[in-house]
């Protein structure tokens, strides 16, 4: 291939819970599409960015972290949104910590094809105070498979993306791009509302009762410059809607007020922003609800 041609492919980005992929994804495409917090399993869908430089287009594909821990319907297509990602894309982007190898990689590892492409990248390198616990981690690793580049970088600091990407370009195809060079995700703004609403419960209601909720767009409506949205957000039992409610409607309109802030800033719009709250047991285990509501 020419080195200097035009190229184009998918590029997945893979690896454990709470390794920092989301905050990767954002940081390379520029925008915040997909939606972070401390919380493992943030993440539900997969999603592609989509990077366009004068040398390439990158699609991004962020997986949910692969983990066997929890068993339910949701967890199941979680993990298989993870697998297929897998079989179409042309490299493959997996994190891991600088700070060394957990157990818990090992089953992402044993995921990768054998015939494709791995880049390893050792991500939150700027914590990693220890400059010889990163040589350490960068034997032990390569020693694991033929990894096809290990790049160490700092998805929150967005620091030696450059160098993971210039390692991801020389496996990418020869092609022209596939979309437009101002398009930034295969999603539309309504699945990326109901993904918004979703982080601000993760980051404000801690360990309570996040991996319980989900939410569903009930109507999306552009009126001009305006987005007029409603959403439903499903709890799995009564008890827990109160605390999502909480004392006199504050944790619910603090969480529309963040949400319609984050929809503002992305869309780039006003929003109007109407939020309920419904209990409905046993959702995650429910496979015509999971795919009602969008998961693959």
């Known amino acids: 291939m020419a080195e200097n041609a035009f190229r184009f492919g998918k590029v997945a980005i893979v690896g454990r819970p709470n ?23 943030t993440t539900r869908h997969r999603i592609q960015g989509i990077l366009t430089d004068k040398d390439a287009q990158y699609v991004f594909v962020d997986t949910p972290g692969f983990q066997k821990r929890f068993q339910s319907k ?16 042309d490299v493959v982007v ?35 105070r220890d400059k010889a616990v990163l040589a350490k981690t960068l034997v032990q690793v390569a020693a694991m498979r033929d990894f096809a580049a290990l790049v160490p970088v700092s998805a929150e600091k ?62 999306f409506a552009i009126e001009g410059t305006m987005r007029r949205i409603a959403a439903t957000i ?37 929003v109007f922003l109407e939020l309920w709250v419904k209990p409905k047991s046993g959702w995650a285990d429910s496979e015509a609800l999971l795919r009602q509501w969008g998961y693959e």
Not at 23 to 40: D, E, F, R, W
Not at 170 to 188: N, V
Not at 238 to 256: D, N, S, V
């Open 19 to 41: 390794v920092g992929k989301s905050t990767l994804l954002n940081h390379l495409v520029g925008v915040p599409l997909s939606i972070t917090s401390s919380k493992a399993q």
């Open 74 to 89: 949701l967890n199941s297509m979680m993990n298989r949104a993870v697998t297929n990602a897998l079989d179409e894309v």
């Open 94 to 128: 997996m994190v891991i910590e600088a700070r060394g190898w957990d157990e818990r990689d090992a089953p992402v590892l044993a995921l990768l094809p054998e015939g494709k492409p791995v880049i390893l990248a050792l991500n939150k390198v700027d914590r990693a």
């Open 158 to 219: 967005g620091t030696q993306l450059k160098p993971l990407l210039a390692e991801v370009r020389r496996f990418l195809p020869e092609a022209p791009a596939g979309y437009d060079a101002d398009t930034l995700t295969d999603r539309s703004e309504r699945f990326l509302a109901a993904e918004l609403i979703r982080e601000k419960i993760f980051r404000l209601l801690g360990d309570e009762l996040p991996y319980t909720t989900a939410v569903a767009i009930e109507s």
């Open 234 to 270: 499903y709890v799995d039992r009564p008890g827990q809607k109160a605390i999502l409610i909480g004392e006199g409607g504050e944790t619910l309109k603090r969480i529309g007020t963040e949400a319609r802030k984050s929809m503002e800033a992305l869309f780039g719009a006003k």
